[in-house]
């Protein structure tokens, strides 16, 4: 296996060559084409009236006024969509006692979210549905709201939906081993509780679709800006009840998706029944007032973590508790418990340790769903690991690194199942902490610390050890009951001229993931990358597919696509050969020519092979059976997902004075396996550090005690910009995947998880001095006063 | 995310634009920048039925710095005073100001009349305009006017201006050469509103501060002198060694409110500290 892909790879050009997105001329140049840029003849617009309250009664709807406002075709409520659409029910039936009872597209009785959307006003303008939307009257009789993660189990509190009898969403426990005899024999233990406040992706293209049913042929077409189209066309299908083959989901440019887009959203089903209703295309983006009460929102858990500590330095064991506030509803298919299941399974997972128990809840509150973001859970098990393996190494009286040394698995110990259960295989926790540490030239850092500590400048370093679940398989979707595809395929076609052209199943919101695709198929066929063209985001062309989520790009859609090479490659080296009459095996593929295997001189260019393939068939022998265009699907059948791994470090200053903190540097040593395009794994990184140190450090949605979001525009919901970056190193250490001919992993999500870990580490490394921790995300500069506050030596800052 | 449907008129000239303004009375807004109104229409905050474009007026224009005090238009776009030489010779504490105003996209189209026409507390042009003394040039249908800035501004996001009425230009005294300035701010991220900041001017003869003006934004209701900050300033000797003083004079200027995010008494301490680092800056200033 690793032999054939080695010697596909052997005269390879474009695989690991750093070629810049190949759309990157024409976004930049403003040549981009987004779902609002695009206009249907007849085209109507959508706005919303949303509910303004967490949780109340609606008592009326009033909609003559907004009816006859200028410019309105339609104003539709709960009452005219809702039944045209099966109920979206977000139960993973791979969890047992997991509930969420059907969300309908409107809310009619109840609403229970601030932002839940209840009317739908349709106009021929965008501004003039904004204007009728203004005339529409709800009476509300406001209800108490429970908002809380800690509050949600509390009887005193509300409960979001009542026939559920409690808030209770999903409850898993893990218990491996004898954890609580590995305690009370621990030499030291470490504990804490860890809060990470609500955010959200914040794509730079707010989301938005354009539905166009046609009622002449009871067909649909949606242009969505979605990850994946085949997972919509599915759903349009479904709950629409419109024949498959008559629905169609293309996706244009994106302007960034996180996980965010991958969402299913009640609101957009509502678009296509509204389209279906009126039989006119109708669209409906997103403004960036609605991207924060209606896109998928993401994190709000409390977690506590424990870790057990030996006096020679060895952690012995861990308890994790999360409760995740996962608001009113399961998000439908991709459900609200993976979280918290990632929270717990992936907690310690480099450490050498087996004795292991965790519990995590998820719990309806009144606030808008928690769907898929970048990272998922898997930050939280990183933060709360490593800034207990800090304080554990503290309290052993070990250097930090050292400490992390001593507790890897050691090297050789793979494979291995961690007591969470990820099968570590081809991770490089050891090779990845020596790059970075000679990266960050690790002791002068720690010198020049703790000389600055001497004159009141207290900076703090950060080490986070980080493990990256991706390219999820279906082992995970398949029993869960959700229709999420975990495979991917590609077309490729020899043009008559002599080029490619491929249309593959993974999608791209500007990872430049197609630009990749390119580089596998110019290698695994033999030619130039320029002579490759790639497009995706049609789900009615392409092999069947998942697009783009879990990191799965290259790893899923780059193996498929590698397949797709060689078959393309095969064929057209058998009709070459009947071409010039010689055997396949003297023949090769190189910068798109057939050569001679022995000598390397050209026996004849893909050109004219497919001059003859195409034309001239009636040179060939008449039973020789051409075939230049070739489909390729691939799916990981046994695997859960691919591991991969990296460590990360910040270096922080802490204005003790002032409570705020200055990023002074960000390193990244990763993992992911093969790289295809260094450049962009580069930019994958330091894209996910940039949303991880905003997640620490600025990202939150602030809700009021009783619900309503207090920070809903740019100005206060704080995204780190460029200036508010430090430069970011990024290196790498590549373990090829052994599952798989290319040994490509996921690369999307590395950067945020181990950012968030290394600059929460790095942050309560500067606050040593002081004795005090900061557990509360994101570190605004009043939770660092308030930290600094309750420092015991009650250090004199000045004050 | 759109704006309600207004009416737009360009004015032809400032008579013109004081009619239409006057005319219409609460429900007309000049426009010129358009850095904030443009906002805070597409959040539907406000709906003027009418906007004025005063963006072609040229008695709005120009900068003149060549006497006893600077002119400075009310058109002027930040990024001029960012750049003018002869401010940053005459009244180095306006360009550096603006130095910290947003970004440089809303510095080239934002201007000073609007910036202290809008008085926004978290602005530092309104806080650099008390600071310096200056005096606001008003026009209106029934004349020019002048007012001091110590007086335009007269509550959150209110000022002296009468329906009708536009700024017309800045007029700054040029402080006298032993004049020392700071500025700084606390922001979350570059470019922000400030959650709080300090504009300070202090005529510093040999090593003690003769008088002081300091002006606090971000956490106040408006621009206005901090009263018992200057005097508590006043006499001081450079570097400043005691500093108990300052810090309660800062606790009596200040009452800032509890915002999402911040407590009033954290307010108050980024307003104690930011003042020690200013009143610290005062004194390196001089060693130049």
Redesign the interface.
């Given at each position: 296996m690793a032999d054939s892909a080695d010697k596909s790879r052997s005269s390879q050009k474009a695989i690991g060559a750093s070629i810049p997105r190949s759309e990157l001329t024409r976004l930049m140049s403003g040549k981009g084409r987004y779902v609002d840029d695009i206009k249907l003849p007849r085209m109507l617009h959508l706005a919303y009236v949303r509910s303004p309250h967490p949780h109340a009664r609606i008592i009326s709807i009033r909609i003559d006024e907004a009816l006859g406002a200028p410019g309105v075709e339609a104003v539709l409520t709960g009452d005219d969509l809702n039944p045209m659409c099966k109920p979206l029910v977000g139960v993973a039936l791979h969890r047992p006692g997991h509930r969420s009872p059907p969300q309908s597209l409107l809310a009619t009785e109840r609403a229970v979210w601030q932002g839940q959307p209840v009317v739908a006003v349709v106009a021929l303008t965008r501004a003039e549905a904004e204007d009728a939307a203004e005339q529409v009257t709800i009476q509300w009789d406001p209800l108490r709201a429970v908002t809380h993660p800690l509050d949600a189990l509390d009887k005193s509190k509300p409960v979001v939906h009542p026939e559920l009898g409690d808030n209770l969403a999903f409850d898993f426990t893990i218990n491996k081993g004898d954890t609580d005899k590995a305690f009370a024999e621990a030499a030291f233990v470490v504990e804490d509780q860890f809060r990470f406040e609500r955010q959200l992706a914040m794509t730079l293209e707010p989301r938005g679709l354009i539905a166009d049913f046609n009622p002449g042929d009871g067909s649909l077409t949606v242009i969505h800006s979605h990850q994946s189209p085949f997972q919509m066309q599915d759903v349009f299908s479904q709950h629409l009840g419109i024949a498959e083959h008559k629905v169609k989901v293309l996706a244009p440019d994106i302007g960034g998706g996180f996980g965010m887009k991958l969402n299913l959203y009640a609101e957009e089903l509502a678009v296509a029944a509204a389209s279906m209703r009126l039989g006119r295309p109708v669209k409906y983006c997103a403004d960036r007032l609605e991207s924060f009460l209606a896109d998928a929102h993401a994190r709000d858990h409390v977690l506590t973590g424990r870790m057990a500590v030996s006096s020679a330095g060895d952690i012995t064991a861990m308890e994790v508790e999360d409760f995740g506030a996962v608001g009113a509803y399961g998000m439908p298919l991709r459900f609200n418990v993976a979280e918290g299941m990632m929270a717990i399974t992936m907690s310690g997972a480099p450490y050498n340790f087996s004795d292991y128990k965790a519990r995590t809840r998820s719990l309806y509150v009144n606030k808008n769903l928690v769907g898929m973001y970048r990272g998922v859970g898997m930050p939280f098990a990183c933060v709360l690991t490593e800034v207990l393996a800090d304080r554990a190494a503290r309290a052993v009286g070990m250097d930090p690194v050292e400490f992390r040394r001593r507790n890897y698995r050691p090297r050789g110990s793979y494979p291995c199942v961690t007591p969470g259960g990820q099968k570590l295989e081809t991770v490089s926790f050891h090779e990845c902490l020596d790059k970075l540490v000679k990266l960050i030239d690790y002791d002068e850092l720690r010198k020049e610390q703790q000389a600055l500590r001497q004159e009141g400048i207290y900076r703090g370093i950060g080490i986070a050890t980080f493990v990256e679940q991706t390219a999820y398989g279906p082992p995970y979707y398949g029993p869960s009951g959700a229709r999420i595809s975990t495979q991917d395929g590609c077309n490729l076609r020899l043009e008559p001229s002599g080029v490619l052209r491929c249309v593959t199943s993974i999608t791209d919101q500007g990872q430049g993931t197609l630009t990749g695709i390119a580089q596998i198929i110019a290698d695994s066929v033999g030619v130039p990358y320029a002579d490759v063209g790639v497009m995706a985001g049609d789900s009615s062309i392409s092999p069947y597919g998942g697009g783009a989520w879990a990191s799965r790009g290259m790893a899923i859609g780059g193996e498929a696509a590698l397949g797709a090479g060689r078959k393309l490659r095969a064929n057209i080296l058998d009709l070459a050969a009947a071409i010039t009459q010689t055997s396949v095996e003297q023949l090769d593929i190189t910068g798109g020519q057939v050569v001679n295997t022995k000598t390397g001189m050209a026996v004849i260019s893909l050109a004219d092979v497919a001059k003859v393939g195409y034309f001239r068939q009636d040179t060939l022998p008449a039973d020789f059976d051409v075939q230049l265009s070739v489909s390729h699907s691939f799916a990981a059948n046994a695997q859960m997902c691919y591991l991969a791994n990296g460590v990360q470090a910040s270096y922080v200053e802490v204005d003790v004075e002032s409570g705020f903190i200055k990023l002074l540097g960000q390193w990244a040593v990763d993992d992911c396996g093969r790289i295809i395009n260094p450049l962009l794994v580069d930019e994958q990184v330091r894209g996910g550090i940039a949303q991880g140190i905003g997640a620490v450090l600025f990202e939150e949605c602030m809700y009021s005690p009783e619900g309503y979001l207090q920070n809903g525009t740019l100005v206060d919901y704080l995204v780190p910009m460029a200036g508010d970056l430090p430069d970011i190193f990024v290196e790498h250490v590549e373990t090829p995947e052994t599952a798989t001919e290319l040994g490509a992993k996921g690369v999307g999500e590395a950067g945020l998880i181990g950012a968030m870990g290394a600059v929460w580490v790095s942050v309560n490394d500067a606050l040593v001095p002081f004795e005090t921790v900061i557990t509360h995300q994101p570190f605004s500069p009043e939770r660092i006063l308030d930290a600094i506050s309750r420092s015991p030596g009650a250090l004199n800052t000045g004050h | 995310?759109?704006?309600?449907?207004f009416r737009y008129v360009r004015a032809r000239s400032l008579q013109h634009a004081y009619q239409v303004l006057q005319h219409h009375n609460g429900d007309a807004v000049a426009i010129a920048g358009g850095q904030s109104l443009m906002a805070g229409l597409n959040?539907?905050l406000s709906g003027p039925k009418v906007l004025v474009d005063i963006g072609g007026l040229p008695e709005l224009s120009g900068m003149d710095c060549g006497g006893k005090e600077v002119r400075i238009g009310a058109l002027t776009r930040h990024v001029e005073v960012l750049r003018s030489k002869a401010l940053q010779e005459r009244i180095p504490l306006l360009p550096q100001a603006v130095s910290h105003v947003a970004h440089a996209a809303i510095r080239n189209r934002g201007t000073l009349g609007g910036s202290l026409a809008y008085a926004d507390p978290a602005a530092e042009l309104p806080a650099c305009a008390v600071a310096l003394d200056a005096t606001i040039v008003v026009g209106g249908l029934e004349g020019e006017r002048e007012v001091k800035a110590t007086d335009f501004f007269t509550g959150l996001m209110d000022t002296n201006l009468k329906p009708g009425e536009l700024i017309l230009a800045v007029r700054f005294p040029v402080p006298p050469p032993h004049t020392r300035f700071a500025f700084d701010e606390?922001t979350?991220?570059?470019?922000?509103?400030a959650?709080v900041g300090l504009a300070v001017t202090a005529l510093v003869g040999g090593d003690q501060i003769e008088t002081a003006r300091a002006v606090y934004f971000g956490c106040v209701d408006r621009a206005k002198l901090a009263e018992q900050v200057s005097s508590a300033l006043c006499g001081l000797k450079l570097p400043v060694a005691d500093?108990g003083a300052i810090?309660n004079a800062v606790t009596k200027d200040l009452e800032p409110d509890d915002t999402?995010?911040?407590?009033a008494e954290?307010k108050l301490?980024?307003a104690?500290?930011?003042t020690?680092r200013i009143v610290s800056r005062l004194a390196e200033s001089g060693t130049q």
């Open positions: - | 995310m759109k704006a309600p449907s959040l539907r606390f979350r991220r570059q470019g922000d509103f959650v500093r810090r999402p995010g911040w407590r954290t301490r980024l104690q500290v930011l020690q």
